[in-house]
């Protein structure tokens, strides 16, 4: 499959956006942190053969826009919601958050509940791993903190979304309805020689406590896989993808 990346113009900044695909619900991937659309390579052909998919890079990610503001959650979230208007991607929306991403879905379902229709937290942060920190070394901790000061020496990555991950935070904890929607959480089992056993506990538990935000959830360990299961077992990915599509077919049909 070939990739081909248009530009457009938002009151923001230029983004750069795929589309691909046609069928519901429509589709919308949102990357990690400073990811581009390319990550999605494993699972777009495939997932794009029953849906409508957008992908796109955020600012200050290969050819969009520098941002030009702060980068929290809701900032990010409502260029996301501009950019979709823009191009005529209509809701609801099945949301597909990797890492970071999974925030900004997070937020856009409490913000805009009646335009997700269902979620797929793929390796999703969650609110609580801020916490994780402290069970970081003080060396790793003064590393973190040397990367942060480089980053002011550039003007635009001051204001990049990690500076603000602890704002997008707040803003999902002052939002307490979450709508009753499909909810899929996928972990990586993969263990990490590099993450502490108590973090990778904590995280975990993190991870299953998404499952709360619906009745209607469900946890897939994609056991091969560390932080990108959408490159190391796409299929995995995409069929967590297609189980949450016919649950929002199903519904609509209903």
């Known amino acids: 499959m070939k990739l081909t990346k248009?530009?457009?113009?938002?009151?923001?900044?230029?983004?750069?956006?795929?589309?691909?695909?046609?069928?519901?619900?429509?589709?919308?991937?949102?990357?990690?942190?400073?990811?581009?659309?390319?990550?999605?390579?494993?699972?777009?052909?495939?997932?794009?053969?029953?849906?409508?998919?957008?992908?796109?890079?955020?600012?200050?990610?290969?050819?969009?826009?520098?941002?030009?503001?702060?980068?929290?959650?809701?900032?990010?979230?409502?260029?996301?919601?501009?950019?979709?208007?823009?191009?005529?991607?209509?809701?609801?929306?099945?949301?597909?958050?990797?890492?970071?991403?999974?925030?900004?879905?997070?937020?856009?379902?409490?913000?805009?509940?009646?335009?997700v229709a269902g979620i797929v937290f793929l390796e999703s942060s969650h609110p609580k791993d801020l916490s994780l920190?402290?069970?970081?070394?003080?060396?790793?901790?003064v590393i973190n903190k040397m990367f942060t000061l480089f980053d002011f020496l550039s003007p635009h990555k001051q204001f990049n979304e990690v500076h603000f991950v602890k704002e997008t935070v707040n803003q999902i904890q002052q939002k307490d309805a979450f709508p009753e929607i499909p909810v899929i959480v996928i972990t990586g089992g993969k263990e990490n020689r590099m993450m502490p056993e108590d973090i990778r506990k904590k995280r975990l538990e993190n991870q299953l406590e998404l499952l709360t935000l619906s009745k209607n959830s469900k946890h897939i360990k994609a056991g091969k896989s560390g932080h990108f299961p959408q490159l190391s077992e796409p299929s995995v990915v995409i069929e967590a993808i297609n189980d949450c599509v016919k649950q929002i077919q199903t519904k609509t049909r209903n």
Not at 83 to 91: M, Q
Not at 133 to 141: A, H, I, L
């Open 6 to 115: 248009y530009t457009m113009e938002t009151s923001k900044g230029k983004l750069q956006y795929n589309i691909c695909g046609n069928g519901k619900p429509n589709i919308v991937l949102i990357n990690g942190g400073s990811g581009p659309i390319e990550g999605w390579m494993k699972v777009l052909p495939e997932i794009s053969e029953s849906s409508s998919v957008f992908s796109y890079n955020r600012f200050g990610v290969s050819g969009s826009d520098k941002p030009q503001e702060a980068q929290d959650g809701c900032t990010i979230v409502k260029t996301l919601r501009e950019a979709l208007t823009i191009v005529g991607f209509e809701p609801p929306y099945l949301l597909v958050g990797h890492s970071l991403g999974g925030l900004y879905a997070n937020l856009y379902a409490r913000l805009y509940p009646d335009e």
């Open 133 to 141: 920190n402290q069970y970081q070394g003080k060396s790793v901790r």
